[in-house]
């Protein structure tokens, strides 16, 4: 069965520049959401969208900014990077429209690492 | 979000059965017990849900107390690719749909 998609799998960028983080949803799912995973951290929200607008929003740096595109994949986009800012990062998707009790599909993550 | 409590980590012997318990004594009516699992290096992974009764799917099985203050994820005969973080999440019926991970319980399991 297809999965979450995320690219690239490992990014490695220098402090103040910018990265791309993709997500390509389990076909015919509507919602995804962004998970921060920091080194020996549990995950944590980041940002949701469903139908192509933003559904909630979490602990998300103003540096951050993502949006879902019209074939439902979505895009986090990350500027000014700080060593911070180095963890994993998770999508994740469901289907329905954002409701407490999709079971959420998480990709492999994007290891990022801020140098 | 209702707060959950959970052993930070415990250990198991292969083909032995495992249960993780979890405490949530906040609990709201509306709130649904879902727990996912994160193996080593990759996404966490559902594993299963339940409301007031008891659960059953063929990772595990979920033992909800009376009085929901707790729950139990059960697995029936543990094997090494279980070794994993479980997170006991409360999701409120109508509430957000983004997943609150607290402190896991760190599983391993012993050949």
């Known amino acids: 069965a297809a999965g979450v ?3 690239p799998r490992h990014l490695i960028k220098e402090k103040r520049e ?9 076909p015919r799912h509507d919602t995804v959401y962004w998970y921060q995973q920091g080194p020996g951290q549990d995950p944590q929200f980041l940002i949701s969208f469903y139908e192509k607008m933003q559904s909630d929003k979490g602990s998300i740096p103003d540096r951050f900014s993502a949006q879902q595109f019209s074939d439902y994949h979505s895009e986090l986009n990350m500027s000014s990077l700080e ?9 994740a998707s469901s289907p329905g ?7 959420q599909y998480f990709g492999p993550g994007t290891r990022l690492t801020v140098l | 979000d209702a707060k959950t409590t959970q052993p930070n980590s415990m250990e198991s012997n292969e083909e032995e059965p495992v249960h993780l318990p979890c405490n949530h004594s906040t609990i709201s009516g509306t709130d649904y017990i879902h727990w996912y699992r994160q193996l080593p290096s990759q996404g966490p992974e559902y594993v299963i849900h339940g409301l007031t ?6 990772m595990a099985s979920l033992a909800i107390a009376e009085d ?3 729950s139990t994820l059960i697995l029936h005969r543990a094997t090494l690719r279980d070794a994993a973080v479980y997170y006991c999440i409360l999701r409120d019926y109508g509430g957000s749909e983004k997943l609150v991970f607290g402190k896991g319980t760190k599983l391993t399991v012993n050949p």
């Open chain 2, 68 to 70: 929901r203050k707790s």
């Open chain 2, 53 to 58: 009764s008891n659960v059953n799917n063929r």
């Open chain 1, 5 to 7: 998609i995320q690219s």
């Open chain 1, 83 to 91: 060593l911070g800012d180095s963890a994993l990062y998770f999508c």
């Open chain 1, 18 to 26: 910018t990265a791309t983080l993709k997500c390509y949803p389990i």
């Open chain 1, 97 to 103: 429209g954002a409701s407490w009790a999709d079971t």
